[in-house]
């Protein structure tokens, strides 16, 4: 038997529309011979060292009348040993996650850049509850800073409450703020507690916190630099 099993990327793409790209069905309907595309083969293995799969690209062959496809595989892998560069791989679209012909302007790549959030967004399930925007602190910050608004002055001051994340890892999470993601800078929203609905709103007090927070983050990391 061998060790290595190909995923099936459709309920993840499902569930982490935010941070897993996932050709259409569409897009995969196109995909031709000599064309290359992306699988997950996932394996067994002894080696706590291991990760649970490798991503590698096949070379497309044939695309079979039932939508199937066989290649062959155009990577030498590194953790999988019964399997290597040009072995004869059979998988479905459920199993494609990158081909040729992508979509760059999908969730994904949309909401990329990176934003700071309070972990009792990320980690403790709250809805998000504030969130501005300033001028980006460096190429990959969207400016965005998020909270539940509900962090005391005290936590706010802890900047390992703190993540710096893409935007869409929260989104994951909570997406109910999305459409306000093209706001300027110098843009705030707060959740209305009655409503449950965001409206824009003042730069808040608490943003001093968190810049301050922000601040901190930077100086430690640099110093460990």
Not at 3 to 19: F, G, K, N, S, V
Not at 91 to 116: M, P, Q, S, W
Not at 173 to 194: H, K, Q, V, Y
Request: charged fraction near 30%; glycine fraction near 6%; include cysteine.
């Amino acid at each position: 038997m061998p060790t290595w099993r190909l995923r099936d990327a459709d309920p993840i793409a499902a569930e982490h529309p935010y941070t897993f790209y996932k050709p259409s069905r569409e897009v995969i309907a196109t995909v031709s011979p000599g064309e290359t595309v992306k699988l997950i083969f996932e394996f067994d293995s002894e080696d706590a060292e291991a990760p649970e799969a490798e991503r590698m690209w096949v070379v497309v062959e044939k695309v079979l009348e039932d939508g199937e496809f066989v290649g062959r595989l155009d990577n030498e892998p590194h953790w999988i040993k019964d399997l290597a560069a040009g072995d004869l791989v059979a998988f479905g679209a459920c199993h494609i996650i990158n081909t040729e012909r992508d979509d760059d302007d999908n969730l994904v790549e949309r909401y990329i850049k990176r934003c700071y959030v309070t972990n009792r967004v990320l980690e403790d399930g709250c809805r998000v509850g504030y969130l501005y925007r300033e001028d980006p602190d460096r190429e990959d910050d969207s400016g965005w800073r998020i909270t539940a608004n509900d962090e005391s002055d005290e936590y706010m001051d802890d900047s390992e409450n703190l993540a710096y994340v893409s935007l869409g890892a929260v989104l994951s999470r909570d997406d109910s703020f999305r459409e306000f993601l093209d706001s300027p800078a110098g843009s705030a929203f707060i959740r209305n507690t009655s409503t449950g609905q965001f409206e824009s709103a003042a730069l808040s007090s608490r943003r001093s916190y968190l810049t301050l927070a922000l601040l901190i983050s930077v100086v430690v990391v640099a110093g460990c630099g």
